[in-house]
């Protein structure tokens, strides 16, 4: 059968050592094949192949066989020519290539040589055979040898001649041989791949978007590729095929020149792909780029993707680079407003806030950009779905109160998802103000520098009389005076600077005329009694001028320590400031404020020769008091003005009689007494060496950060007790004036 289908003589050419000798035998073949294609015996050429791959190409040991055999079936394929092929093309495709891994590269060459005749004369008739030859060209490209090189290269040019130019070209049969190649790490065939998906972008017949997931990730990990020259392709082909992502999703449906419609993307698979190339460093930035673009493009298509996305985003708010940094903030911006252009009531917004909720506070153990950016995630839900809070506020507030020792931009936030899962739960909120009570007073009061932002904070979201009701309530029971006395002296401060607490100051004015005002009064008294200098500032406040005078003459029965002196020199410039206009202006009727001018003499006397004493003498001064007052009878403690209605405009004196009559009646003496147990309280502890913090330094400090003053200096342990008294005195009054 052999020598039917090529004779002796053939055989004896094919094998000669000599490459014209080979030739003329091939020439022979070609004439063979003629002549049968004449005779339309199809039979005899697919024997004649047959015995060609037996006789020569499977002759492993014999390198003329086999450069026989492929120059034999070159002569076969251009013997058969174009018309007369197509039954023979898979036969004399395989032949080659089965040579593509011989150990010689010299067969390797003349295999490429031999499968280039084939592409010749079959042209599109090939593409059947697409993903075995483009496998093949990616095996020969893993080569050193340069003749090989050259070789694949030929065949590869006219493999894209016959892609770009025949109608049977398949997208999906190449996307599936290029999934098989994608992963690989070879340099030459990631250059390879990347430039046949360039090329493919460019023929307007052909679209690969719809297939994108096949191939996106391999993309993706080639931007990690340590040779500029890949990473850069790679980078060129994620720009091109994004662009034509964005001009399918801007054609309109009916338009005939788009070859594939945004339905036909995959933008559930395209997006995952870009999320998880967000993990690796190099692959990051365009990521982004594309997750940004997808949430646009894709609309609500992307809502059972926000959870992952969040978790990926938070990641990267807090990435060490700064263009990193804003592209996630621009993407959280893009889902932020998917989020909020998709109806409350959408049935996928539902689906997803579970998995929203784990993610946001997974986040806030992150960096602080992380949480920052978390924290205002959860404030834009809640709003959004009001009703999540109750379900979301046991799994948050722990997480929230741990947030407090942070940056102050996340204290905020922090405090404002608070206020918002609490504002109608005044038990919750209560219970959270218990808990920072104790987030203060624990591990040495190292939290205490906190307590002023967070009050001032807390005083602007939420009601303050609540706010400081409930607080001074938490305080009074708590036993360590030493920390009460601290913080009060920090909260009065803010009570006495905060322009946001303006209305209760207001309210507090009030508290000898109105029963609201006076029973918040009272609550305060309560706990402001743990620090006598902030009481008299609260009585000062609350124009309870005779109970003032009676707390001064209780300060001559203690001890005057250089805390309480501290405390006295700031608020003598409390009084000078314009939260205390008011009391200076009641100083020009003395007679109708006799208990004001002897409240301040009191403090005068209780002062040493200091520039505090100087200013608060000058005023009393100013006023010529001395001449001026009338002969004292008995008072009760004047107040402000009450006005029969709010349109009742008329002023009044503050002593005036519609005033005494009008004046609630307070139980002064229960709350002096009062006053007095908590001092005698604190001098017991102070005897047993209670631990506590020192109002003075930790008044001055929120005293300094309401004002904006610069920390005080802190007197060495090693001087003198009296000169670091009267030093101290020096800085903080020298650092009041600047203020």
Same mark, same amino acid.
């Given at each position: 059968?052999?020598?039917?289908?090529?004779?002796?003589?053939?055989?004896?050419?094919?094998?000669?050592?000599?490459a014209?000798?080979?030739?003329?035998?091939?020439?022979?073949?070609q004439?063979?094949?003629?002549?049968?294609?004449?005779?339309?015996?199809?039979?005899?050429?697919?024997?004649?192949?047959?015995?060609?791959?037996?006789?020569?190409?499977?002759?492993?040991?014999?390198?003329?066989?086999?450069?026989?055999?492929?120059?034999?079936?070159?002569?076969?394929?251009?013997?058969?020519?174009?018309?007369?092929?197509?039954?023979?093309?898979?036969?004399?495709?395989?032949?080659?290539?089965?040579?593509?891994?011989?150990?010689?590269?010299?067969?390797?060459?003349?295999?490429?040589?031999?499968?280039?005749?084939?592409?010749?004369?079959?042209?599109?008739?090939?593409?059947?055979?697409?993903?075995?030859?483009?496998?093949?060209?990616?095996?020969?490209?893993?080569?050193?040898?340069?003749?090989?090189?050259?070789a694949?290269?030929?065949?590869?040019?006219?493999?894209?001649?016959?892609?770009?130019?025949?109608?049977?070209?398949?997208?999906?049969?190449?996307v599936?041989?290029?999934?098989?190649?994608?992963?690989?790490?070879?340099?030459?065939?990631?250059?390879?791949?990347?430039?046949?998906?360039?090329?493919?972008?460019?023929?307007?017949?052909?679209?690969?978007?719809?297939?994108?997931?096949?191939?996106?990730?391999?993309?993706?990990?080639?931007?990690?590729?340590?040779?500029?020259?890949?990473?850069?392709?790679?980078?060129?082909?994620?720009?091109?095929?994004?662009?034509?992502?964005?001009e399918?999703?801007?054609?309109?449906?009916?338009?005939?020149?788009?070859?594939?419609?945004?339905?036909?993307?995959?933008?559930?698979?395209?997006?995952?792909?870009?999320?998880?190339?967000?993990?690796?460093?190099?692959?990051?930035?365009?990521?982004?780029?594309?997750?940004?673009?997808?949430?646009?493009?894709?609309?609500?298509?992307?809502?059972?993707?926000?959870?992952?996305i969040?978790?990926?985003?938070?990641?990267?708010?807090?990435?060490?680079?700064?263009?990193?940094?804003?592209k996630?903030?621009?993407?959280?911006? *893009?889902?932020? #407003? !998917?989020?909020l +252009?998709?109806?409350a009531?959408? =049935?996928?917004?539902k689906? &997803? $806030? /579970?998995?929203?909720?784990?993610?946001?506070?997974?986040?806030?153990?992150?960096?602080?950009?992380?949480?920052?950016?978390?924290?205002?995630?959860?404030?834009?839900?809640?709003d959004?779905?009001?009703?999540?809070?109750?379900?979301?506020?046991?799994?948050?507030?722990? *997480?929230?109160? #741990? !947030?407090?020792? +942070?940056?102050?931009?996340?204290? =905020?936030?922090?405090?404002? &998802? $608070? /206020?918002?899962?609490?504002?109608?739960?005044?038990?919750?909120?209560?219970?959270?103000?218990?808990?920072l009570?104790?987030?203060?007073?624990?591990?040495?009061?190292?939290?205490?520098?906190?307590?002023?932002?967070?009050?001032?904070?807390?005083?602007?979201?939420?009601?303050?009389?609540?706010?400081?009701?409930?607080?001074?309530?938490?305080?009074?029971?708590?036993?360590?005076?030493?920390?009460?006395?601290?913080?009060?002296?920090?909260?009065?401060?803010?009570?006495?600077?905060?322009?946001?607490?303006?209305?209760?100051?207001?309210?507090?004015?009030?508290?000898?005329?109105?029963?609201?005002?006076?029973?918040?009064?009272?609550?305060?008294?309560?706990?402001w009694?743990?620090?006598?200098?902030?009481?008299?500032?609260?009585?000062?406040l609350?124009?309870?001028?005779?109970?003032?005078?009676?707390?001064?003459?209780?300060?001559?029965?203690?001890?005057?320590?250089?805390?309480?002196?501290?405390?006295?020199?700031?608020?003598?410039?409390?009084?000078?400031?314009?939260?205390?206009?008011?009391?200076r202006?009641?100083?020009?009727?003395?007679?109708?404020?006799?208990?004001?001018?002897?409240?301040?003499?009191?403090?005068?006397?209780?002062?040493?020769?200091?520039p505090?004493?100087?200013?608060?003498?000058?005023?009393?001064?100013?006023?010529?008091?001395?001449?001026?007052?009338?002969?004292?009878?008995?008072?009760?403690?004047?107040?402000?003005?009450?006005r029969?209605?709010?349109?009742?405009?008329?002023?009044?004196?503050?002593?005036?009689?519609?005033?005494?009559?009008?004046?609630?009646?307070?139980?002064?003496?229960?709350?002096?007494?009062?006053?007095?147990?908590?001092?005698?309280?604190?001098?017991?502890?102070?005897?047993?060496?209670?631990?506590?913090?020192?109002?003075?330094?930790?008044?001055?400090?929120?005293?300094?950060?309401?004002?904006?003053?610069?920390?005080?200096?802190?007197?060495?342990?090693?001087?003198?007790?009296?000169?670091?008294?009267?030093?101290?005195?020096?800085?903080?009054?020298?650092?009041?004036?600047?203020?």
């Open positions: 059968m052999v020598d039917m289908a090529i004779s002796q003589e053939m055989v004896r050419m094919l094998s000669d050592h000599k014209d000798v080979r030739k003329k035998g091939a020439a022979e073949v004439s063979k094949v003629e002549e049968l294609r004449r005779a339309k015996n199809g039979n005899a050429v697919h024997e004649l192949i047959r015995t060609v791959r037996a006789r020569f190409l499977k002759q492993a040991d014999a390198w003329e066989l086999r450069k026989g055999g492929l120059l034999a079936v070159s002569a076969i394929a251009i013997g058969l020519g174009s018309a007369g092929i197509t039954d023979f093309v898979a036969e004399l495709v395989e032949a080659p290539l089965e040579l593509f891994n011989d150990s010689d590269t010299a067969i390797k060459y003349h295999a490429a040589e031999c499968l280039y005749n084939v592409a010749r004369v079959a042209r599109g008739l090939l593409l059947a055979q697409f993903g075995d030859i483009f496998g093949g060209i990616c095996r020969l490209k893993c080569n050193t040898d340069r003749r090989v090189l050259n694949s290269d030929t065949l590869d040019v006219i493999l894209r001649n016959i892609a770009t130019e025949s109608t049977a070209f398949s997208a999906e049969s190449f599936k041989t290029v999934g098989m190649h994608i992963q690989r790490t070879e340099p030459r065939i990631r250059q390879h791949v990347l430039s046949w998906l360039l090329l493919l972008d460019s023929v307007p017949e052909i679209s690969l978007l719809q297939h994108l997931p096949r191939f996106l990730g391999g993309v993706f990990a080639m931007l990690a590729d340590p040779d500029a020259k890949i990473s850069g392709l790679a980078k060129k082909v994620l720009d091109t095929y994004l662009r034509r992502l964005r399918c999703a801007a054609a309109a449906p009916d338009d005939r020149l788009t070859i594939v419609s945004e339905q036909d993307v995959e933008w559930g698979d395209v997006m995952s792909m870009a999320i998880d190339a967000c993990a690796e460093v190099a692959t990051r930035s365009n990521a982004l780029t594309w997750i940004i673009d997808i949430l646009t493009l894709a609309g609500s298509r992307m809502i059972p993707y926000i959870p992952r969040l978790k990926v985003m938070l990641s990267c708010v807090a990435d060490d680079q700064e263009a990193i940094r804003r996630a903030s621009q993407a959280v911006e *893009n889902l932020a #407003s !998917l989020f +252009s998709t109806p009531t959408d =049935e996928a917004i689906a &997803v $806030l /579970a998995g929203m909720l784990e993610t946001l506070t997974q986040a806030l153990r992150h960096p602080e950009e992380a949480k920052r950016c978390a924290l205002e995630c959860m404030l834009m839900v809640l959004r779905h009001p009703e999540l809070i109750s379900e979301w506020n046991p799994k948050l507030f722990p *997480n929230i109160l #741990s !947030l407090l020792t +942070s940056s102050d931009e996340v204290v =905020e936030l922090a405090l404002e &998802v $608070l /206020a918002m899962t609490t504002r109608d739960n005044s038990t919750e909120f209560r219970d959270f103000l218990t808990r009570v104790s987030l203060l007073q624990g591990e040495g009061y190292t939290h205490m520098s906190r307590a002023g932002h967070i009050i001032r904070t807390l005083a602007k979201i939420t009601p303050s009389g609540v706010l400081f009701s409930d607080l001074s309530d938490i305080l009074s029971r708590v036993s360590d005076v030493g920390f009460v006395s601290s913080l009060v002296t920090n909260i009065n401060m803010i009570l006495l600077t905060s322009p946001e607490l303006l209305p209760l100051r207001n309210i507090l004015k009030r508290a000898l005329h109105d029963p609201d005002a006076k029973a918040l009064f009272e609550k305060l008294y309560s706990c009694s743990y620090n006598p200098v902030s009481l008299l500032g609260l009585c000062l609350a124009r309870a001028y005779e109970h003032a005078y009676t707390l001064v003459q209780a300060f001559g029965e203690m001890e005057m320590t250089v805390g309480m002196l501290l405390e006295i020199d700031k608020l003598i410039q409390m009084i000078e400031s314009p939260v205390f206009t008011y009391l202006l009641a100083l020009l009727e003395p007679e109708d404020n006799p208990y004001l001018v002897k409240t301040l003499f009191g403090i005068l006397m209780l002062l040493p020769q200091s505090a004493f100087h200013d608060l003498h000058k005023r009393l001064k100013s006023v010529n008091t001395v001449c001026s007052l009338k002969p004292m009878t008995a008072h009760v403690d004047p107040a402000p003005v009450k029969k209605s709010v349109n009742d405009t008329r002023p009044r004196s503050p002593h005036s009689k519609s005033s005494v009559r009008d004046a609630l009646p307070l139980d002064w003496h229960r709350m002096l007494s009062h006053f007095r147990q908590v001092e005698a309280q604190k001098e017991a502890y102070a005897k047993v060496g209670f631990r506590c913090v020192a109002p003075d330094d930790s008044g001055r400090r929120m005293q300094d950060s309401a004002m904006g003053a610069k920390p005080p200096l802190v007197p060495s342990a090693a001087e003198p007790k009296e000169q670091q008294d009267l030093d101290t005195l020096s800085v903080v009054r020298t650092e009041t004036e600047d203020c």
